[in-house]
């Protein structure tokens, strides 16, 4: 799908050669995209906070019906194997220590009134998250420090388009050592749970089958996003998520060339991701000056302060940027960063404007250090007196 197509010129902020970064509405949005055209939609909403977040957010009394009048374009938009992924942070009642419902709620209402079906539901676990509210947590310590976000992962239909081998977990050492050798680990038995656990319990499968528990550290303080923004004297936009969360749905529910939608889209993590992803993206967010800031993922590390600060101030002004293509030379350098990481690429597509991709079925082992020669006088194995035995 051409998602350029379906987005007027004076929504358009900037635009890569396979997305758009819009400002509006997204309702609006989303109301012009044609039925059943996106594989995923992915997003982390204003939460129903008490305390009132820079860019607004509803109340609780109000926010189940707020959010239903986006979930219905996008189940209207989403194709039959299409998911919808939201990240909803958890909240307290006003004024007691008592959590709001609100995201089992919303769950219930895009389920029964709308006719999502719950796939999964996962749990985001950010160890960096602060205590809070400090009244229950640090002052009068009757409450525990809530570091764990709801992700309900939602399907058109029963079947959504899904494939774990994409977002493989690295193997324990545990695990690396029982594949090495599985005759010396365990004997194949019944466990007292009923599991029959069998040989191919040893079998390489490339790694472990991830759990709905994800955990990733919201600790991008350091984050390329941030340090641009600082250099260009901004703020960067307030609730961001680590571009971890997006990335394991974009490859577990995604596959190169679909259409990834953020709904909700702050700093464009999700553009961002997708990009480097190869899917076809559209971030919406109705405050321009978030999208035009966002422009800084997308702008060579090299561009002078001078012309990024006149570049966003176009941008927040009503011009629209295309990103040139050699930007993209920026991807190559992530994809060899991730493989030193050891992270697995299989996916990536290489662009003509691109340098060459070499892509690794697995992470390509650092070269092998030259072992030291041992010298008896300098070497720290021996004593003083081992040292003597040795050299007599
Ligand atoms: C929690 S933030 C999303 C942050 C994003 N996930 C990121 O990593 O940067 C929610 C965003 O939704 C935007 N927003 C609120 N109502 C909107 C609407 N009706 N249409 C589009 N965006 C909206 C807010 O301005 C805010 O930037």
């Known amino acids: ?37 996106v594989d995923l939609v992915i997003t982390s909403p204003p939460f129903a906070l008490l305390r009132e977040k820079e860019y607004g957010n509803e109340t609780q009394n109000t926010y189940v019906e707020w959010l239903h009048t986006f979930a219905v374009e996008v189940h ?6 299409g998911s919808f ?3 909803l942070g958890g909240a307290y009642e006003r004024g007691k220590p008592v959590r709001s419902l609100y995201q089992f709620r919303v769950l219930l209402d895009l389920c029964d009134n709308i006719g999502f079906r719950l ?12 205590p809070s509210p400090i009244e229950w947590v640090n002052k009068r310590k009757i409450r525990v420090k809530d570091s764990v976000n709801t992700v309900w992962w939602l399907s058109k239909s029963d079947w ?34 009923g599991h029959d656990i069998s040989k191919g319990f040893g079998n390489d499968n490339g790694g472990a089958i991830p759990p709905n528990l994800l955990q990733y550290s919201n600790t991008e303080a350091t984050s390329s996003y941030l340090r641009r923004c600082k250099t260009i004297s901004r703020e960067g936009h307030p609730a961001r998520f680590p571009s971890e969360l997006p990335k394991f749905f974009i490859k577990f529910l995604t596959s190169p060339g679909d259409v990834v939608i953020d709904i909700f889209s702050g700093s464009n993590t999700t553009g961002r991701v997708c990009e480097d992803l190869d899917r076809e993206w559209l971030s919406i ?11 800084v993922r997308f702008t060579s590390e090299d561009m002078s302060t001078d012309k990024l600060c006149s570049l966003v101030d176009g941008l927040q002004s009503g011009a629209c940027h295309s990103i040139p293509a050699p930007f993209r030379q920026s991807l190559f350098s992530t994809l060899c960063e991730e493989a030193n990481t050891g992270s697995i690429l299989k996916e990536y ?13 697995k992470a390509p082992s650092p070269p092998k250090k030259k072992r ?19 050299q007599a």
């Open 1 to 37: 799908m051409k998602l350029l197509e379906y987005i007027p010129v004076q929504e358009r902020v900037y635009v890569t050669d396979i997305g758009v970064q819009a400002c509006n509405d997204s309702r609006k949005t989303l109301n012009r995209l044609p039925e059943g055209s």
């Open 76 to 81: 209207r938009v989403l194709k039959d194997g």
């Open 85 to 87: 992924v939201l990240d």
């Open 119 to 130: 796939a999964e539901e996962f749990y985001w676990h950010n160890p960096a998250k602060l």
């Open 160 to 193: 959504p388009k899904a494939d774990v081998t994409k977002v493989l977990a690295p193997y324990s050492d545990r695990m690396k050592k029982l594949i090495e050798d599985p005759a010396k680990f365990y004997k194949p038995k019944a466990r007292p749970s």
């Open 285 to 295: 967010e109705e405050r321009r000056d978030y999208a035009a800031l966002s422009v």
């Open 349 to 361: 597509s290489t662009s003509k404007d691109m340098p060459k991709v070499v892509t690794y079925d």
């Open 372 to 390: 030291k020669s041992r010298s008896i006088a300098t070497d720290a194995k021996y004593t003083p007196l081992k040292r003597k035995k040795a």
